[in-house]
């Protein structure tokens, strides 16, 4: 491999006012130029005219929704013929439960609602949480789960990343719901498309947040990255720049290969820029996949040149083939008003900036509530050496979110602790979003409804047993697949060995122990849950950042050093 082992230090140049700003001004602006687009405070932007089928029946409703950076792809989609409702996360980081559980609800027409889900762990996640929430909507999920990349062959491992195909199943899907059809076919069609649905991306050069003006991964000179992801994840191979139509064949001969695409296929072929690629590159990447795609006997029965779905502005592309038929191309074929398909420009409109109610619960009054003031004093000051620790072996959000969550709070912390448990997993659920927002949300939810009736080392041990399992049952993960389990199960099994009626002061320590042991054994796990099991090898040698929070909630120095 080729990358270098030091921190990349480029800086590069956006058009912002306050980065704390950048999202919510960006938002305001894009929905003052969409024709058909109001935003809504719970976290979501909805469709302004009705959501009726073409004979202005009530129809199916279409959800989808991701982490920002991602535009056109999802807002862009947002119209007649194509999505209801749009909900957006933070920069490269899931939409929370609370922002698509309303979405959902506004959303159905009495029909249902579709939620598209492109297979990531924190969007899986929070679709799954609030389709429990969305309390008497009928609910369908669509996983879109198309690049070759991440495909490993197993079981075990998160599997394929959503990627390009996604705007594709959105299409087809939205027409169908337009044209009438009733859940259970319009998640049908859709699921179809997806299976149908392979991708792959290559980049010749990292691309960089707004916000910080930080690359997202080194990439020596004359190198690029295949398999990368649209988080700004790297590739899953670093090679020396070869021609635009190696680059084709490679990409399109792994497809091909996993995708099972065979001579005498008709196809949708979507060549996608992830940002920084300009149109000319992409219209000779296209040249060079027509020619390749001839020489196999496959026909492109549509094309897509254009850039749709993009990691903020990673110069690379991606290319999506889909196997059609006569009906999956008519459903593509249908008028949509969705604007980045493209279709109507709009002229201005005032709007308010796109920022996301939240009424803190956290206690306001109260005596001081020591453990967990303790816990947060650990965590404040860490939030940058937990996100360059969540670069090194993710996607580099984790320390981010942890700030948007708790980076405000004012200390001492007042009052019982259920009530300030209940109060930072509200902050983690509405705040935060993402992955750690999902799990530390639940986490703190849980162990607030064990310690309810006291806080006794017993009672604690069983909030946290309960949590263990909540959590588990939420992303799957189990212990050895390095995520926060590997802190909490040990943490878990410590408590339940104590003295059950002595006070949860006084087993502190020694819950700490067991989790700060877990956290330590991180660093030579292989991650199989989560973004960082997309980097393999990568990952091994740092501890995951989610673990180490875990351990500091019982105690600890609050210092990432230690686990290095």
């Not at 687009?37 to 932007?45: E, L, P, Q």
């Not at 929430?133 to 062959?153: I, N």
């Amino acid at each position: 491999m080729s990358h270098s082992d030091t921190k990349s230090t480029a800086q590069h140049k956006s058009f912002r006012n306050d980065a704390d700003a950048f999202l919510p001004e960006a938002l305001s602006g894009f929905i003052a130029s969409h024709p058909d687009a109001t935003w809504h405070d719970a976290g979501f932007i909805g469709l302004d005219s009705a959501i009726e089928t073409q004979d202005g029946q009530p129809a199916v409703a279409l959800v989808s929704g991701g982490g920002s950076g991602h535009e056109p792809m999802h807002a862009g989609f947002l119209g007649q013929g194509m999505l209801a409702a749009v909900c957006p996360g933070l920069l490269f980081t899931s939409p929370n439960a609370v922002q698509v559980t309303e979405a959902t609800k506004w959303a159905d027409q009495g029909r249902g609602v579709v939620h598209i889900v492109k297979n990531y762990t924190g969007d899986v996640m929070n679709f799954t949480v609030a389709r429990r929430y969305a309390e008497g909507v009928d609910t369908r999920e669509v996983l879109v789960a198309d690049d070759v990349a991440t495909d490993k062959g197993d079981e075990d491992g998160p599997g394929r990343r959503g990627t390009g195909a996604t705007i594709i199943v959105e299409k087809i899907a939205g027409a169908a719901a337009k044209r009438g059809d009733d859940l259970d076919a319009v998640a049908d069609i859709a699921t179809r498309t997806a299976e149908a649905s392979r991708s792959m991306s290559v980049a010749l050069g990292a691309g960089f947040l707004p916000t910080t003006g930080r690359e997202t991964f080194d990439l020596d000179p004359g190198q690029m990255e295949v398999g990368v992801g649209i988080h700004g994840e790297p590739g899953v191979d670093n090679k020396d720049i070869e021609s635009a139509a190696d680059i084709v064949e490679d990409l399109l001969g792994t497809i091909i290969d996993k995708g099972s695409f065979t001579k005498g296929d008709r196809v949708i072929c979507l060549v996608n820029g992830l940002g920084g690629a300009t149109p000319l590159e992409l219209s000779l990447l296209f040249g060079e996949a027509n020619k390749y795609l001839a020489a196999k006997g496959i026909t492109v029965a549509r094309s897509m040149v254009g850039t749709y779905v993009t990691s903020v502005n990673m110069h690379g592309a991606s290319i999506t083939l889909t196997k059609v038929d006569d009906e999956m191309l008519a459903l593509f074929d249908a008028p949509t008003a969705a604007p980045a398909w493209p279709h109507t420009l709009a002229g201005t409109k005032d709007t308010k900036p796109a920022e996301v109610t939240f009424e803190d619960r956290l206690p306001k009054g109260g005596e001081d509530n020591a453990w967990l003031t303790a816990f947060l004093e650990r965590l404040q000051p860490a939030f940058d050496e937990l996100t360059e620790l969540d670069r090194r072996a993710g996607d580099g959000d984790f320390g981010q979110n942890m700030e948007a969550a708790f980076g405000s709070v004012q200390l001492p912390l007042r009052g019982g602790d259920s009530d300030v448990l209940r109060g930072l997993a509200q902050r983690m659920l509405v705040l935060a979003g993402g992955t750690s927002g999902a799990v530390y949300g639940v986490l703190f939810n849980e162990l607030a409804a064990g310690l309810d009736n006291g806080s006794s080392t017993g009672e604690f041990a069983a909030a946290l047993k309960s949590a263990v399992e909540a959590i588990a049952e939420l992303g799957g993960a189990k212990r050895g697949d390095r995520t926060v389990l590997d802190a909490l199960i040990p943490a878990a099994e410590r408590a339940a060995e104590l003295d059950a009626s002595a006070p949860l002061g006084d087993s502190l320590a020694a819950i700490h122990e067991a989790a700060h042991a877990g956290a330590l054994e991180t660093r030579e796990l292989d991650a199989r849950k989560g973004r960082a099991s997309y980097l393999g090898e990568r990952s091994k040698g740092v501890a995951d950042p989610g673990a180490i929070v875990a351990s500091w909630l019982f105690g600890g120095s609050g210092k990432v050093s230690e686990f290095n």
